[in-house]
């Protein structure tokens, strides 16, 4: 046999995953499930049969679920350059060959994962399904970003992640039978999915780079109680879609965000698809992060990416601040810093000695009882 047979043959044989059915990547969902030959996670026909009775259990029982999709950045180009440049192998062996190690790391990520309840699978030609049983949407957040990392190191191309984390609320309210399952685990999928697509389209538009990890809320007219996740924190970037709604009577968007504690809201740096980089002020609505815009948006939403801002160091506090509050055994720093600093505007603006003695009084009497409940 020729040498470049042999060659040929060994790209063959690294392109098929070995399978061990104890490692297939499910805790209790999906169980019975057949796996798929090239990445070794469950097939898609298996998980769209079985996913949407596990989704509705765990949600109706008042839990959260959470669930993400991957796709590989420029898969297609990585195919065509190793068609046209590598003569011992052919495009779509190459292609098989990424899908296979994505399986492999995705497994062996799986495995060392906290859930009771979850599953892997396969979605699309080269796209891949997580889904969970979660506590804390940030923390399936930073699982996420853990998958994406490993399969940065290995990888020829990066992957890039959307997800979405539902709960009670995102229910639907008239759920007779069984298809409703289906109908809300498709919208599920497809929203996730549009996000993904997205941000995908708005960074080739930038000229940036892959491996995202964008955010968006999952549909339904519920209220997202639980599910938001925090704002990112200084220096710190979060992809996410923006839903567009308004708020008395101004147009806003709405982020997949918990929203920021006090009256002042939060300044946050904002990159927009078309406009460019601009520094605004997130308030809450409800409990939820919502962006003030100046003009209606696109129902399909908008891809936004938000960086967390260093915060101004807050005033020292006066000196006879500090001797109220040593006299009174009170903890300045058990107060939230955004009530430290509305007190400390108002106690160093006061222009009347009577009146900055009443706001000491009152801000000493505030530490004193989150000091001593």
């Known amino acids: 046999m020729d040498q470049s047979a042999n060659t040929t043959h060994e790209h063959l044989a690294a392109s098929v995953p070995l399978f061990d059915p104890s490692a297939m990547p499910l805790r209790r969902w999906c169980t019975g499930s057949r796996e798929d030959p090239l990445t070794g996670l469950i097939a898609f026909p298996d998980f769209h049969t079985s996913i949407p009775r596990a989704l509705a259990g765990e949600l109706e029982t008042g839990g959260l679920i959470a669930l993400a999709i991957g796709d590989v950045d420029g898969l ?5 350059t190793a068609n046209a440049t590598d003569h011992a192998s052919f495009g779509h062996l190459a292609g098989n060959q990424v899908m296979a190690r994505l399986g492999a790391v995705t497994r062996a990520w799986f495995r ?17 399904i997580i889904a969970a049983a979660v506590d804390d949407p940030a923390a399936f957040h930073m699982a996420i970003a853990d998958l994406r990392d490993r399969l940065g190191e290995v990888l020829p191309t990066r992957v890039s992640f959307a997800l979405a984390v539902a709960g009670p609320g995102h229910l639907p ?3 007779d ?15 996730v999915d549009r996000c993904l697509f997205a941000h995908k389209a708005a960074r080739r538009a930038a000229g940036g780079a892959g491996g995202i990890i964008a955010v968006t809320q999952a549909p339904g007219g ?3 109680a639980g599910t938001l996740q925090p704002l990112p924190e200084a220096d710190r970037v979060l992809h996410v879609l923006a839903r567009p709604s308004r708020l008395g009577g101004r147009p806003v968007l709405l982020l997949p965000c918990a929203g920021p504690a006090g009256l002042r809201g939060r300044r946050i740096r904002v990159t927009f698809p078309h406009s460019g980089v601009r520094t605004q002020v997130v308030v809450s609505a409800a409990g939820q992060a919502a962006l003030p815009v100046e003009h209606n948006a696109d129902a399909a939403g908008v891809p936004l990416i938000l960086r967390g801002l260093r915060e101004a160091a ?3 506090v006066p000196d006879d601040l500090s001797t109220a509050l040593r006299d009174a055994g009170a903890n300045w720093h058990t107060l939230p810093a955004h009530e430290r600093a509305q007190m400390l ?9 009577a009146i900055r003695a009443g706001r000491i009084t009152a801000a000493v009497a505030a530490a004193r009882t989150r000091s001593h409940p």
Do not use: Y
């Open 76 to 80: 297609k180009e990585h195919v065509e």
């Open 112 to 128: 060392d994962q906290s859930w009771t309840a979850a599953c892997a699978a396969t979605f699309g030609g080269d796209e891949v």
């Open 173 to 175: 309210t008239e759920r």
């Open 177 to 191: 039978g069984n298809a409703w399952k289906h109908v809300f685990t498709d919208r599920l999928l497809a929203g």
């Open 222 to 224: 519920g209220h997202p």
């Open 314 to 316: 807050q005033h020292s």
């Open 345 to 353: 505007h108002l106690i160093t603006e006061s222009a009347d000695p």
